[in-house]
């Protein structure tokens, strides 16, 4: 009934749905809370855990804009929110490569009453398997997953067709105090900040992160279990999961034993702030070195601002990879911000990450007993605009286009170049 509410506020009209006196008594003050916060942002850290607007069970700053269509049938709220670039890269420098490639995802959510809680379905998918061709796109110094039975290297491979599958159940114990329960047979555990997809600072970036692998990639996981406790503006919560990242064949749905761990501390301390910290342990990451474990920390702290006509958010972030098989430890630093006002987008990315020696192979297989280690540290600084064109209804359109120059260390100048630079040129679709 409080979604019932929900719609009859946002849109103005209640499109033949009944709302009862009693039910109104019973959870009008909710509903006007969660009406406000949908169409606008969310009054506290519990009200943006309820609204699971991003991956997993991740929150940004209760300040960050939620926008996307909703419709109320048969008491379910439902909700669709998603984004598709169509992006041409072309880059310099003896690695570097062009292709037209289309980065897309769609998230269909659907909410209702549950007893004394609200129950979330929640799917995350997306095309790349098909949009992205030859299983990747060029992205230069990054790593990270398998194809052909080779590592990924100069490239980023394409997100899963069933990104999420989750049930989420969220229980109100007071005012104050919230209880979580997350399953999805594929989703997002509570290990690192809102992967790079969903956040409002990369919100206009087409590509990637390259320390995607050390901070955030396990929002696609099999067999995923997370409790969570939030309390006013603290919020803790473990997860288990099946440790090994998706293979090559993106179609289909990947399982296995729940064999890895993690948990996090999220913080908002303020209207347009949020703080995590978080670790886990990843059993057999990595197909091509199934007898490693790796120990995986994150840390990031995320502001969003809203002004007139605008808004502006921005993510520190730093992860941390180290083998449990050889202490060998690779470290990622992030800082990203993008800046809307009016139709107009600004960004930037700057990061500094430790790469390993795989990237000395190039396109070579793996020869008998290599042992991947970190052995040095590249820099990307990546700035960028667009403009939205059009008047289409439900759907934002904006062409644009970024830049991104790389700091080399000298062990990759011989193959890399010393200043190889990356371009993409982009139309981009968001549904509002």
Not at 5 to 30: N, P
Not at 273 to 282: A, D, E, M, P, R
Not at 371 to 381: G, L
């Amino acid at each position: 009934m409080r979604l019932c509410l929900v719609f009859l506020m946002f849109s103005g009209i209640l499109r033949g749905q009944q709302c009862s006196e009693t039910d109104h008594d019973r959870a009008s003050q909710a509903a006007l809370t969660m009406a406000n916060s949908m169409s606008m942002e969310s009054r506290s850290l519990i009200e943006s855990v309820e609204h699971h607007a991003s991956a997993g069970t991740d929150v940004g700053p209760n300040s960050t804009p939620i926008s996307m269509p909703m419709l109320l049938r048969g008491g379910w709220m439902l909700m669709l929110h998603g984004v598709a670039f169509l992006t041409d890269t072309q880059q310099t420098g003896p690695r570097g490569r062009d292709k037209l490639f289309a980065p897309n995802w769609a998230m269909p959510m659907a909410q209702r009453e549950m007893g004394n809680g609200t129950l979330t379905l929640r799917a995350m998918l997306s095309l790349e398997p098909a949009t992205i061709s030859e299983r990747r796109y060029p992205l230069l110094f990054q790593q990270g997953e398998t194809a052909f039975g080779r590592p990924i290297l100069d490239a980023q491979h394409p997100h899963d067709f069933i990104m999420e599958l989750a049930v989420i159940y969220d229980r109100r114990l007071s005012d104050h105090t919230l209880l979580s329960f997350y399953v999805a047979p594929t989703g997002d555990p509570a290990l690192g900040p809102p992967a790079y997809a969903h956040r409002a600072s990369a919100s206009e970036n087409p590509v990637a992160t390259l320390g995607h692998h050390l901070e955030d990639s396990t929002h696609i996981a099999a067999d995923v279990i997370t409790v969570g406790f939030t309390h006013r503006s603290f919020r803790l919560e473990a997860s288990g999961f099946h440790g090994r990242e998706p293979d090559e064949f993106r179609w289909d749905l990947s399982s296995g034993r729940i064999d890895s761990w993690s948990t996090r501390l999220t913080l908002n301390p303020a209207q347009n702030w949020t703080l995590q910290y978080s670790i886990g342990q990843l059993h057999s990451p990595e197909e091509l070195a199934p007898e490693e474990d790796v120990r995986r920390m994150t840390a990031s702290a995320i502001y969003n601002r809203p002004f007139r006509l605008g808004n502006w958010s921005s993510t520190l972030a730093w992860g941390r990879n180290q083998s449990l098989e050889d202490g060998n430890v690779g470290n990622s630093y992030l800082l990203e911000s993008t800046v809307a006002f009016s139709r107009n987008h600004f960004w930037t990315r700057v990061e500094n990450v430790d790469r390993t020696s795989e990237l000395l192979l190039g396109n070579d297989s793996l020869p008998p007993g290599f042992v991947e280690r970190y052995f040095t540290r590249v820099q990307a600084y990546t700035a960028g605009y667009d403009r939205e064109v059009g008047h289409i209804p439900h759907f934002d359109s904006a062409i644009g286009g970024q830049m991104t120059w790389y700091g080399v260390p000298e062990t990759l100048r011989p193959i890399y170049g010393p200043r190889p630079i990356g371009a993409n040129l982009f139309l981009r679709i968001r549904l509002r």
